[in-house]
């Protein structure tokens, strides 16, 4: 029998969901993400510079805008632009 996820990991996962769409992003910023991120819904905040909002280093292609992800699913990035 599969054991059922406690129920403040779901809130928070809720939560975290709601911030994602929440997330406004600021005059030059843009979301960037390698296939990693198309797959794992973790898209980062990018602005100037060659790394995101939490540090990831930009190095490959952005798979987020070719694939046309539209959600930050990065917490690091979420956290530190929501500031």
Not at 15 to 37: N, V
Not at 43 to 67: D, F, Q, R, Y
Request: charged share 25%; hydrophobic share 30%.
């Amino acid at each position: 029998m599969p054991q059922k996820e406690p129920v403040h990991s779901q809130i928070k996962d809720k939560m975290r969901e709601l911030d994602a769409r929440s997330t406004k992003l600021k005059p030059g910023q843009y979301l960037f993400g390698g296939r990693g991120d198309v797959w794992s819904g973790t898209a980062h905040i990018a602005g100037e510079g060659s790394c995101t909002l939490c540090g990831k280093p930009m190095l490959s292609s952005n798979w987020v805008a070719i694939e046309g992800v539209t959600e930050v699913g990065c917490p690091k990035c979420i956290e530190i632009n929501n500031r």
